[in-house]
Nanobody, 116 residues
Framework: QVQLVESGGGLVQAGGSLRLSCAASGSIFSISTMTWYRQAPGKQRELVAAITSGGSTNYADSVKGRFAISRDNAKNTGYLQMNSLKPEDTAVYTC??????????WGQGTQVTVSS
């Protein structure tokens, strides 16, 4: 069973930065696409950023230029660097791993709160 553990969330002021981590147990990390999603109360879950096993990245328009997704396959860990945070970034951020033959796995989520 693959387990994902997110960390790094917290309370920050607008304009501040956070780095979220997604640590994976198991052997599928390096061959999986890692995606960060977020969901705020009363809103739909949305894709924030994704990185493929080959290193290709995609970002939601709302975070382009502010967030950066990366991965360290040797550590089975992915990251989401979040800069210039805005109150509208407040949400629960969740990590997902998915591959053609790996299945799909979700972390427990970590709360990010940005104060104005």
């Amino acid at each position: 069973q693959v387990q994902l553990v997110e960390s790094g969330g917290g309370l920050v002021q607008a304009g501040g930065s956070l780095r979220l981590s997604c640590a994976a147990s198991g052997s599928i990390f390096s061959i999986s696409t890692m995606t960060w999603y977020r969901q705020a109360p009363g809103k739909q879950r949305e894709l924030v950023a994704a990185i493929t096993s080959g290193g290709s990245t995609n970002y939601a328009d709302s975070v382009k230029g502010r967030f950066a997704i990366s991965r360290d396959n040797a550590k089975n860990t992915g990251y989401l660097q979040m800069n210039s945070l805005k109150p509208e970034d407040t949400a629960v951020y969740t990590c997902n791993l998915r591959g053609s033959y790996t299945g799909s796995y979700w972390g427990q989520g970590t709360q990010v709160t940005v104060s104005s």
